[in-house]
């Protein structure tokens, strides 16, 4: 009777493993009997594995629901770059134009030319014990660029062995419209309140001022007055020459007439001339263009780096040369402003750019356009402009 009993417990035995390597572990265990002996020691050591098994596959069917939940793209790379494994964000958002993620090159979906994005999660990672994070661009299921932020950190076992890199990265494609967003509409509503600031002092202070001169510069006809009084008159006179002309160069420089009523040509051409005629420093403009494809807004734009580029030229370039050219070369718009003056170290610089220039490239990445920015220790500074526009 007893090895009948034994006979069916070894029957059930072999079931249950037949069914763990098939990968189910959801069977329940196998009662020991009261007899405990060498059976049901082994019965409770499969019944223990039943458990280890259950739990793990819990753990990690739950790992894997999360992992492709997640809305950002999750990438696992090895420790040379290759691309092990993905969730289906990335599936969703990279796969259609770069083909199938698996056994790729994470360097392959890098949107920035130039950029060895592998290399600079390698080295920058070298140096942090936790993560990075960093802004960059992957090429989309459609195969256009479009912005990411990356945070990677390093894969370490429990035993210390490093095996790679968990690379996420966030769309920001929403984000960076609506940054673009906000600045335009902080910029239109800049450049109203100076347009309007600049026409209040043109009609009511520029008119009194004119007033105050002509009224002054009558007393000559009362009759007969001493040298003394003439002299006063005349400086008076001049004073008012003097306060009507930088009235009128803070009027230009809040909104010029040319730029709010015609054309960027013709206000750059007025900025020059302006320049010119201080002396300070030799200025050309050169442009075969009479009408550029812009709107007015992308036109206060240029107009404002040109301001902000020539003010720091002024102040720390120590040039004697600035030279600004447009070109407009079939679907794009150029413009490029350079000094010859004494540059400074872009690397050094990078992250310390002034707020005027900060400023200035955020207004023209606004109306989509771009503005770089480029220097070298005694070879001068120089700003290229480009908008894309409708040929």
């Not at 969730?87 to 950029?115: F, H, M, P, T, W």
């Not at 200035?360 to 908008?387: N, P, Q, V, W």
Request: net charge negative; aromatic share 6%; hydrophobic share 40%.
């Amino acid at each position: 009777m007893k090895n009948s009993l034994n006979d069916i417990r070894l029957l059930e035995l072999s079931d249950l493993l037949a069914s763990y390597s098939m990968g189910n572990f959801v069977v329940g265990e196998i009662k020991l009997s009261k007899d405990l002996d060498e059976i049901d020691t082994i019965i409770s050591g499969v019944n223990m594995l039943g458990e280890e098994l259950r739990s793990t596959t819990i753990s990690r069917d739950f790992f894997s629901s999360v992992y492709n939940a997640v809305t950002d793209m999750l990438l696992v790379v090895s420790k040379e770059g290759i691309i092990e494994d993905k969730n289906e964000a990335s599936d969703l958002k990279l796969q259609e134009a770069n083909g199938n993620l698996a056994g790729r090159s994470i360097n392959e979906l890098c949107a920035v030319s130039g950029l060895n994005l592998f290399k600079k999660i390698n080295v920058e990672l070298e140096n942090e014990a936790g993560l990075i994070r960093f802004e960059s661009a992957f090429r989309s299921a459609n195969g256009l660029p479009f912005p990411v932020i990356f945070t990677c950190s390093k894969i370490i076992t429990r035993s210390g062995e490093f095996k790679g890199f968990l690379v996420a990265a966030e769309d920001i494609t929403e984000k960076k419209a609506n940054e673009k967003a906000v600045v335009r509409a902080i910029m239109e509503t800049q450049e109203k309140e100076r347009q309007r600031v600049a026409d209040d002092l043109h009609d009511s202070l520029g008119q009194e001022l004119s007033t105050i001169k002509m009224l002054i510069s009558s007393i000559d006809s009362f009759g007969e007055i001493n040298d003394q009084i003439h002299s006063a008159t005349e400086t008076c006179v001049n004073l008012l020459d003097q306060s009507i002309s930088n009235l009128r160069s803070i009027c230009f420089n809040l909104m010029p007439s040319s730029l709010a009523m015609g054309s960027l040509i013709h206000a750059l051409d007025q900025l020059v001339k302006t320049i010119r005629d201080k002396g300070n420093i030799e200025i050309w403009f050169d442009t075969t263009h009479e009408q550029l494809p812009l709107e007015k807004n992308q036109e206060i734009a240029v107009y404002r780096a040109v301001q902000e580029f020539i003010n720091n030229t002024f102040k720390h370039a120590n040039a004697t040369e600035i030279d600004i050219s447009i070109v407009v070369e079939e679907s794009a718009f150029k413009l490029a402003i350079l000094d010859n003056g004494v540059g400074f170290n872009m690397d050094k610089q990078r992250n310390h750019v002034g707020r005027g220039m900060s400023t200035m490239k955020s207004r023209i990445e606004s109306f989509h356009g771009t503005a770089e920015l480029t220097s070298k220790i005694g070879d001068g500074t120089k700003l290229l402009i480009t908008f894309n526009v409708n040929p």
